[in-house]
């Protein structure tokens, strides 16, 4: 195995040695930029780059790059260099709204002693507001589709790299990053190089969209189609089973918005119900454990209706010697 030490050390510095570049490209190219960071945060692991003592969490390579990337928005905002449609600025009004909203539930956390932490508690909060810069650095730097091809080859790369990976962690081959740290024994459940199996499934689940479109709307038919296939198969791997139920009535809805075809929409429909009469049984069932201890099929399949049990986990235990 990798020594985890060595492994988390040179990731951390390959991480750090690329945020100096991509500053300097934010000055040079913004649309760049933006891209950049959003390839950053899809495959680079979530590694510290400033810890907070005595906590598990702290500042990672990403807050830095959405920071700056913030305060090039509201400086060209400011300077009316670039401008926000309508919709985008209806978004942001109403997700600000709901700001405060998650400060009072802070506090009321605090005083009711489920909070711990409160300077950490309002840090997550807060890291669930930093993607949206994405949103708001892609509106004001893109303006048409043809400008946004290599966000959109990006993604497409991304949702076959996490599938290898976590095809690679199911199998027992590779470890993953938690808490920051390389830990070499595989995952309970497939989490790329994401921090966690719902953190995986719900950036797969964000990305669906694109490859539905793409396989109704675009020329490009047969990547859209494997990119649903992969984005639904490396879902059902996390076996985030909410993530599970989105992703398949999802499908379900942009073909009832996109495809007014009665045939194709049945021909979505009817898995997609099979698949959600499937999942009912198990949504409040337990889901601790291990899911997975090699790539059989008949395992996995198991492994998703009984909604926990450990699949898998003593076979990894004899052949690591480790337990989790």
């Given at each position: ?30 649309r ?65 709204l ?35 810069v ?11 589709a ?35 740290v ?8 497939v ?31 047969l ?19 909410t993530?599970i ?80």
């Open positions: 195995m990798i020594d985890a030490v060595v492994t988390t050390a040179a990731v951390a510095a390959a991480a750090v040695a690329l945020l100096l570049p991509l500053a300097l490209v934010l000055v040079a190219s913004p760049l930029f933006v891209l950049a960071t959003a390839a950053y945060i899809v495959f680079v692991p979530k590694l510290t780059v400033l810890a907070v003592p005595g906590t598990t969490v702290g500042l990672r390579g990403e807050d830095l790059l959405l920071s700056l990337l913030l305060l090039k928005v509201l400086g060209d905002l400011l300077a009316r260099r670039v401008t926000l449609p309508r919709p985008a600025r209806t978004i942001t009004v109403w997700l600000l709901l700001l405060p909203v998650g400060l009072v539930g802070i506090l009321v956390g605090t005083a009711a002693g489920t909070v711990e932490d409160p300077a950490i508690a309002a840090m997550f909060l807060l890291r669930r507001y930093e993607y949206f994405l949103f708001l650095g892609g509106v004001a730097y893109f303006s048409s043809r400008e946004a091809r290599g966000l959109v080859a990006m993604l497409e790369a991304s949702v076959h790299f996490h599938f290898g990976v976590a095809l690679l962690q199911a199998a027992g081959l590779v470890g993953g990053f938690r808490f920051g390389y830990r070499p024994v595989p995952p309970d459940r989490i790329s190089t994401f921090g966690g199996a719902y953190e995986l499934a719900a950036y797969l689940i964000v990305v669906l969209p694109l490859f539905v479109w793409m396989v109704l709307r675009t020329p490009r038919r990547a859209g189609v494997v990119g649903v296939v992969l984005v639904l198969v490396t879902t059902w791997m996390t076996q985030a089973r993530s139920a989105a992703g398949l009535v999802l499908v379900v809805v942009m073909v009832a918005v996109l495809q007014r075809n009665k045939l194709v929409l049945l021909a979505a429909a009817v898995p997609a119900a099979a698949g959600l009469a499937l999942w009912a049984p198990t949504a409040a069932r337990s889901v601790s454990g291990s899911r997975f201890g090699s790539l059989d099929v008949v395992e996995m399949w198991q492994a998703t209706v009984r909604g926990g049990g450990g699949v898998g986990v003593e076979p990894r235990r004899a052949a690591t010697g480790r337990t989790r």
